[in-house]
């Protein structure tokens, strides 16, 4: 299976702080990489997919990068609507596995 | 665009097989791949399996050995049972569509707890 790591597992920040989060696979997976924000008692919900591509109905203040193993979700400009957990999966291979999740909460 | 809506029991006792269904509106499922996935309390996604409108499914080995996942057309409905359940089955089980392009997990019902207990 391969194996994403995300860092950091959880981070502080202000309202209008840009932040940044990373994803490592265990091997390469081009780009099949989502994204997903989750808030408490919430479903997932799509942000980013194919790494860098915006899930239609998303603000453009959500971005992705990378390709191979490492991979970015950056927002750039933080908003109390923006304060969850975020997830990366890989769907290169089977089984499509997540990150273990970045908890964003309000500093 | 399509919406997704899981149910099933909410209590299933250990070595029982766990049924859920998820309904699709707002589309047709005799398009793409449709999957299930699954949340530990507290803990991190786990993606359980997917099964394409004609039939075939692609399984996490992890769970293979216990997960049936089958389809419906008439209905618009595909269904997940897991058998020999324990605790640790214990999770909010999610339901997706898995985008025909780009094929990731693009929309999600809101999910339905499963808890495992005697």
């Known amino acids: 299976d391969i194996q994403m790591t995300q860092s950091p597992s959880s981070l502080s920040a202000s309202v209008g702080d840009r932040v940044t989060i990373t994803c490592r696979a265990s091997?390469?997976?081009?780009?099949?990489l989502a994204w997903f924000q989750q808030k408490p008692g919430k479903a997932p919900k799509s942000l980013i997919y194919a790494a860098s591509s915006l899930q239609s109905g998303v603000p453009s203040k959500f971005s992705g990068s990378g390709s191979g193993t490492d991979f970015t979700l950056t927002i750039s400009s933080l908003q109390p609507e923006d304060f969850a957990t975020y997830y990366c999966?890989?769907?290169?291979?089977?089984?499509?596995?997540f990150g273990q999740g970045t908890k964003v909460e309000i500093k | 665009q399509v919406q997704l809506q899981e149910s099933g029991p909410g209590l299933v006792k250990p070595s029982e097989t766990l049924s859920l269904t998820c309904t699709v509106s707002g589309g047709s499922i005799s398009s793409y791949y449709w999957s299930w996935i699954r949340q530990p309390p507290g803990k991190g996604l786990e993606w359980i399996g997917y099964?394409?409108?004609?039939?075939?499914?692609n399984y996490n080995p992890s769970l293979k050995s216990r997960v049936t996942i089958s389809v419906d057309t008439s209905k618009n409905q595909f269904s997940l049972k897991l058998s020999s359940v324990t605790a640790a089955d214990t999770a909010v089980y999610y339901c997706?569509?898995?985008?025909?392009?780009?094929?990731?997990?693009?929309?999600w019902g809101k999910g339905t707890t499963v808890t495992v207990s005697s």
């Open positions: 997706a569509s898995v985008d025909g392009r780009a094929y990731y997990m693009d929309v």
């Open positions: 091997q390469g997976i081009s780009n099949y």
């Open positions: 999966q890989q769907y290169n291979s089977y089984p499509w596995t």
């Open positions: 099964i394409y409108y004609s039939g075939s499914t």
